[in-house]
T-cell receptor, first 114, second 113 residues
Framework: QKEVEQDPGPLSVPEGAIVSLNCTYS??????FMWYRQYSRKGPELLMY????GNKEDGRFTAQVDKSSKYISLFIRDSQPSDSATYLC??????????????FGAGTRLAVHP | DTGVSQNPRHKITKRGQNVTFRCDPI?????LYWYRQTLGQGPEFLTY????????KSRLLSDRFSAERPKGSFSTLEIQRTEQGDSAMYLC???????????FGPGTRLTVL
């Protein structure tokens, strides 16, 4: 079993829809939770970052963390064709040296059609 | 452009050849990470540098792989005697010691024929 599970999709939605992307994890020691967006043949771009249970909002994006269920979500409101990309969840815990290596999900491919 | 840069962006090589990739982190970022991403998968951690010291290496990093970060600035990742299974996107990320946020470069896509 992978430490981080993410449905690879693809997910296809009409423009303006609310998108829900999810990841589950098995290691309760994870403390930091991130969502990255990756366009085809590009590097991942950080969208959201949180380290506590609850919701965090940034524009059209809301990240939700439920540590008790080991479940995180990313919601995209009023989705746009430019949101079409692969969305990667990532998690980490703090190592004794103070650094954190990221453990990624497989990524969910999202297509928003006009 | 003040982001993480990687060169080359694409590399095609024949099996058995050696290849070297370069990563230039964001200026003043002490921490530098290498990840590998294969098609349809998320990036997987390979190795980590804090300044010039390599502090962790993944089991994914076989003896054919070596990474350096001389003087704590740019980093190189070398793969010797490449195999077809090495075909992947090699990503570099950097961060400040005071931050948990990693910024990724555009990656180097390696194809081994």
């Amino acid at each position: 079993q992978k430490e981080v599970e993410q449905d690879p999709g693809p997910l296809s939605v009409p423009e303006g829809a609310i998108v829900s992307l999810n990841c589950t994890y098995s290691n309760s020691a994870f403390q930091y939770f991130m969502w990255y967006r990756q366009y085809s043949r590009k590097g991942p771009e950080l969208l959201m970052y949180t380290y506590s249970s609850g919701n965090k909002e940034d524009g059209r994006f809301t990240a939700q963390v439920d540590k008790s269920s080991k479940y995180i979500s990313l919601f995209i409101r009023d989705s746009q064709p430019s949101d079409s990309a692969t969305y990667l969840c990532a998690m980490s815990f703090l190592f004794s040296g103070g650094y954190n290596k990221l453990i990624f999900g497989a990524g969910t491919r999202l297509a928003v059609h006009p | 452009d003040t982001g993480v840069s990687q060169n080359p962006r694409h590399k095609i090589t024949k099996r058995g050849q050696n290849v070297t990739f370069r990563c230039d982190p964001i200026s003043e970022h002490n921490r530098l990470y290498w990840y590998r991403q294969t098609l349809g998968q998320g990036p997987e951690f390979l190795t980590y540098f804090q300044n010039e010291a390599q502090l962790e290496k993944s089991r994914l990093l076989s003896d054919r792989f070596s990474a350096e970060r001389p003087k704590g600035s740019f980093s190189t990742l070398e793969i010797q005697r490449t195999e077809q299974g090495d075909s992947a996107m090699y990503l570099c990320a950097s961060s400040l010691v005071s931050s948990d946020t990693q910024y990724f470069g555009p990656g180097t896509r390696l194809t081994v024929l």
